[in-house]
């Protein structure tokens, strides 16, 4: 399971991610938890709230805590990499 202490501009690093039963897991996943391929994630407490977004580029076999907001904008109406330009900052 990722927070955001795990995001970065370049994806999740998972080094250091806290590992969680497999339960705890498949409750997380039908809970929307889990970020797909295009999705932009963006960080949403802590230090580093709004200032650490990045696009999931591959497919993910983590969960992310809500200190981390999903976003799946529509690949008919706005493009992922536009999206995460439009929320980063500076």
Known sequence: MAS???LTFFGVN???ARKIS???FDAL???GCRP??????IA????????????????????L??????????PAVMDSRYLTYVLHPG
Do not use: H, Y
């Open 29 to 31: 996943v039908a809970q």
């Open 14 to 16: 998972l080094a250091d």
């Open 22 to 24: 497999e339960a705890d």
């Open 36 to 41: 797909e391929l295009g999705d932009v994630l």
């Open 65 to 74: 805590l809500s200190s981390v907001a999903i976003l799946r904008p529509d």
């Open 44 to 63: 949403k407490d802590g230090n580093s709230a709004l200032d650490t977004v990045c696009v999931q580029r591959e497919a993910a076999e983590f969960v």
């Open 4 to 6: 955001v202490k795990d």
